[in-house]
């Protein structure tokens, strides 16, 4: 249970600091982080590199809301069939992916085309998704406290509780996952494909089940998104959408479990914290990446390698 | 109806050596280097901008302007080279990162020094040419000349010249072209120069065709990935064939189906190409 642990002080930081910034920073880093941590399931621990995670991040913000809104479902219960939907979504693309045996660039490849095709259909869709201008969120989570009773999630504040426990959750979901027999299955493909095969791994099976995984938390990070910034719209499930994720994950390092979460603060983080104009923060974006992966190829936390999931 | 389609059959060909001349670029890096430089894209752009800018601002003739904007996009393919992609050497995943990286600096370059708003260089070759019932302009049939030369040049000098034998017997086996003399390292940064003056030239045609916007090489390196897989990556002929067959699927497929999903199309083509062919239409199967 360590690297959880490690994001406990965090709750700590509303006490501390009443910055509206840095909680907004951070509210951001603990969303995308979890985007980053599913992306890593499927690419630092099995080794697949799959790109249809900013699709299923957007998918997940849609299906949410408008089942919410066309069947007047609460939140929490929307999750579920929009947890159903991804789920066979993701086995399908994963199963014509996976079985026709697609590897590094060519599934790099095939996914991302899947990604940029359900980007069209949610961007031709108006009808239902309203095309380029997208989706204004009007609901809110709610949660239910103890003593307060049920409560709207609203305000700074309650998004960064919200968002903090979420990524406490998927971080141990994701340790649980990776520490398990199924994660040293992971590694066995990650490392040697054929070999794990010889040795009576389902290597099929086993893809395919770290590419789901993957895409329904990719969806429950897309959802919190969408709910947060109370706004919808296509581009959420832009190619550029996955790469950030790749980006957080390489420059956090890959394989760990907190990894992707320091590589997603300091990606949403440090270009705020640098005045910079919209082009020099791109501009700044893109160096960052850049000398991570040339300088430090194992990412930051690669760097403090006590702290490195050995698998 | 049958000169609309025939129309847009001939728009598909010159839109696809666009593709083509990219994803040549693409093939070529792949090969030699083993990575996929998403960033050609913004090569492109590079060119177009610097073709536009030489055109309409130095008052260059554009002839002119085209070979200084392959030499602009040359120079900066050489000193990315220098700079970043000599470290990530046949490291796929690493290139990749670090081609994404560079997409940004570049695309926010041109927006810091030419603004967002779309340029249009004045008319280079005005007119057009009547052929029957179809209309097609002359900067379009240049265009389409131009660059199916300089692609069957490529092809002719790979398959002819001592040069072209090195880059060849390096794509097949490193080690021997490095023991036979090849001077590897060179050849790399050779063809790492070349793709990006090749996207470069492709993008100062493209400037004498259509507006121009720093967002415009994203586009073009998707489909150029995609017309380099169609046709099987290390293949060079078919990497023009390739672009050809994604731009004519795209024209012809809006005609009959809705045009919001143009770029649907090639890519449902290429996930059947790849998942029924994986070595692409022109590669032999193993």
């Known amino acids: 249970m360590s690297a959880a642990w490690l994001l406990l002080p965090l709750y700590l930081v509303p006490v501390v600091s009443h910055s509206e ?22 690419f630092g621990y099995a080794g697949q590199l799959t790109m249809f995670h900013g699709a299923a991040f957007g998918i997940g913000a849609y299906a949410t809301y408008l089942i919410l809104t066309k069947f007047g479902l609460p939140f929490w219960l929307a999750l579920v069939p929009m947890f159903g939907g991804i789920l066979v979504l993701s086995l399908l693309v994963g199963w014509i992916c996976f079985k026709f045996r697609l590897r590094e660039f060519y599934l790099a490849v095939v996914t991302l085309a899947f990604s940029e095709l359900t980007r069209l259909v949610v961007l031709n869709w108006n009808s239902v998704t309203n095309g380029t201008l997208g989706l204004l969120v009007l609901d809110k989570p709610t949660v239910w406290l103890p003593g307060t009773g049920i409560v709207k999630v609203d305000g700074t504040l309650a998004w960064y509780l919200l968002t903090l426990t979420s990524l406490c959750l998927v971080t141990v979901l994701s340790q ?14 990650r490392l040697n494909e054929d070999l794990a095969q010889t040795l009576g791994i389902n290597t099929f099976r086993y893809k395919l089940l770290a590419f789901t995984v993957s895409n329904v938390l990719a969806a429950f990070a897309g959802v919190l998104f969408g709910f947060y910034t109370n706004y919808i719209e296509p581009s959420q499930l832009s190619i550029t959408q996955s790469l950030d994720a790749i980006a957080m994950v390489l420059l956090g390092g ?14 949403t983080g440090l270009p705020h914290v640098i005045e910079f104009s919209a ?6 974006y893109g160096a960052i990446l850049i000398l991570a992966i040339l300088v430090m190829p194992r990412g930051i936390v690669g760097l403090f390698s006590r702290w490195r999931h050995v698998s | 109806m049958t000169q609309v389609i025939l129309g847009q059959f001939l728009n598909g060909i010159i839109v696809g050596t666009l593709y083509g001349i990219i994803a040549l670029g693409v093939t070529l890096t792949f090969g030699i280097t083993g990575i996929v430089n998403f960033a050609l894209g913004q090569f492109m752009m590079i060119g177009a901008y610097a073709a536009w800018h030489f055109t309409d601002i130095t008052h260059l003739p554009y002839p002119v302007s085209v070979v200084l904007a392959v030499l602009v996009a040359g120079l900066a393919g050489f000193l990315s080279d220098r700079a970043l992609f000599q470290f990530t050497r046949n490291n796929l995943v690493n290139g990749l990162l670090v081609s994404i990286g560079l997409i940004s600096v570049i695309e926010s370059g041109a927006l810091l020094l030419y603004t967002a ?15 029957g019932a179809i209309t097609i302009s002359r900067m379009k049939v240049v265009t389409f000349g131009v660059l199916l030369a300089v692609i069957g040049l490529t092809w002719l000098a790979l398959a002819n010249t001592w040069l072209g034998r090195a880059t060849r017997a390096y794509a097949q086996n490193p080690e021997a072209a490095m023991l036979m003399g090849v001077r590897t390292e060179m050849l790399q940064v050779g063809v790492s120069v070349y793709s990006c003056a090749l996207a470069g030239m492709g993008g100062a045609l493209y400037a004498g065709l259509y507006s121009l916007e720093p967002s415009m090489g994203a586009l073009f390196i998707l489909k150029g990935v995609e017309a380099a897989i169609l046709a099987g990556v290390g293949n060079l002929a078919g990497a023009l064939v390739g672009g050809i067959i994604l ?22 083509f290429l996930v059947a190409i790849l998942l029924f062919r994986p070595s692409g239409l022109f590669g032999s199967q193993k």
């Open chain 2, 117 to 131: 708003t779309p340029k249009n260089m004045d008319f280079v070759l005005s007119g057009s040419w009547t052929v």
């Open chain 1, 176 to 189: 649980v996952l990776v520490r398990s027999w199924v994660g040293r299955n992971f590694a066995a493909i």
């Open chain 1, 254 to 267: 890959m394989g760990s479990i907190l990894g992707p979460v320091v590589g997603a603060f300091l990606l």
């Open chain 1, 279 to 284: 082009e020099l923060r791109a501009a700044a």
């Open chain 2, 247 to 268: 731009g004519v699927t795209e024209s012809i497929g809006s005609l009959f189906l809705p045009t919001a999903f143009r770029d649907a199309y090639g890519l449902v």
């Open chain 1, 21 to 42: 910034v840095l909680l907004t920073i951070l509210i951001f880093t603990y969303i995308l982080g979890i985007l980053a941590i599913a992306f890593n399931i499927v």
